[in-house]
């Protein structure tokens, strides 16, 4: 999700064939995980959120099987990483219907049609991809 690359992919050097092989090294520094985030978001996302959802798939990734998350854990923090953008979302929309019950307009933009159309279209706030 993070990436956007293939689960497989013979184009990356040997021993990254894998995209775990390929993602774990970017996963586990805080540092470096822009690299690891799919360069179509360009910058666009939460950046504690990405950590977090770092932070999951290394759990995802336990060596130990007992060690990983259940899908229900999985699916507990993914929904809670998203309530956090949902709350700033709102947030926002409550700014703006305070900004224009003052007489004030305010103009959040998010994305042009022009990025949209080269990322996809969007349905429920998500990039959705054609593969």
Known sequence: MMSGQRALDPNRPNGQLSLVDWAKPYLADRRKLARLMDPRFEGQYNSKQALQAAQLTLNCLAG???SRPS????????EQIESVKSRAR????????????????TVHQRSSPRSEARHGSR???HATKAR
């Open 90 to 105: 709102e947030a926002r929309g409550s700014g703006l219907s305070r900004d224009r019950e003052h007489g004030r307009s």
């Open 123 to 125: 349905a429920n706030g």
């Open 64 to 66: 130990e099987p007992r």
């Open 71 to 78: 899908m229900k854990e999985v699916v507990e923090t993914l």
